[in-house]
């Protein structure tokens, strides 16, 4: 990012605007900067205050390397609305890999996300055979949320299949299939992906741990961010209530601002490898 690039992100950072006369790969890089700043500003103030925090926590983003290496700027896929009716009423679900194998043999995450609650599920796996997609199906979704009335995947073999057609038919679930004309129908689980795979990156790097002992932490971290979309943290739409962190743990008496401690270092570890609202 360039001089002028940085000064106009400070001049239009409290109106979360991009200036006019940038071009569009410009203005792309500039919001999600300005993204990743407030949903990290949005989460801290939950816990935290103290003057200037703000500006603190957008200097604190600009100058971390590990952001900045990982930082995604790819194409923003365009949102297509679907309406839904209740929690897990539709689940979209979606598959990453190949990935380096690990020493437990897992090559795959597959990925399913609720499209009301926003409610993330993610598994390290060692292939893609329809055997293991039903597997996750019944185990993660049906026994754990309920059986969705939908189930959106696109058409590759995993998903299309016998196996899934027997399984949806037994408990009376439409799969329903994206269009191979427009397969960002379900890109609301494909961003998650994207996010899922640059979180779990960013971690390797810091804690040297194989990908697949992170997709769970990475999972709760989404979970307990408040998304731009719904305005609430998946937890809560699920649960009523906000997860309890290990830094309330800590701080019992959060509440008093003369009992904060800032540890946005390590608030941000947790919370900033997460999805930048595309």
């Known amino acids: 990012m360039n001089e002028q690039t940085y000064r106009d992100l400070v001049q239009y950072l409290d109106a979360l605007t991009v200036p006019d006369h940038y071009n569009s790969t410009q203005k792309q890089i500039a919001t999600q900067m300005l993204r990743r700043i407030d949903a990290v ?30 930082g995604s700027q790819q194409r923003v896929e365009p ?37 009301f609650t926003k409610w993330p ?6 292939n893609i055979r329809a055997e293991t997609v039903a597997k ?9 949320h ?36 427009r397969p960002q129908t379900n890109g609301m689980v494909e961003r998650f992906n994207r996010t899922l795979g640059e979180c779990i990156a960013k971690l390797v790097n810091s804690e040297n741990k194989e990908w697949d002992q992170l997709v769970d932490a ?20 699920v649960y009523g209530r906000q997860a309890t962190l290990p830094i309330d743990l800590k ?25 930048t609202d595309r």
Not at 152 to 180: A, M, W
Not at 251 to 275: G, H, M, V
């Open 121 to 126: 599920e993610a598994k390290a796996i060692e």
């Open 79 to 115: 949102l297509i609305p679907i309406k839904v009716k209740s929690p897990f009423y539709r689940i979209g679900i979606d598959i990453k890999g190949p990935l380096p194998r690990t020493e437990q043999g897992n090559r795959y995450i597959i990925v399913a996300m609720d499209y």
């Open 136 to 144: 996750f199906i019944y185990e993660e979704i049906i026994c754990r």
């Open 41 to 70: 500003f949005e989460k801290v103030k939950e816990r935290y205050y103290w003057p200037q925090m703000f500006e603190d926590i957008r200097n604190y983003i600009n100058t971390c390397d590990t952001c900045q290496r990982r």
């Open 251 to 275: 701080l019992p008496n959060i509440q008093e601002k003369d009992e904060q401690n800032p540890l946005l270092a390590r608030l941000y570890q947790l919370i900033e490898n997460l999805e």
């Open 218 to 237: 990475t999972l709760f971290a989404y979970r307990t961010k408040k998304h731009s979309t719904t305005g609430f943290t998946p937890f809560y739409l």
């Open 146 to 181: 309920g059986v969705p009335q939908e189930i959106l995947s696109d058409r590759g073999t995993s998903f299309v299949n016998q196996i899934i057609d027997k399984l949806c038919e037994n408990y009376q679930t439409k799969h329903r299939l994206t269009s191979p004309y």
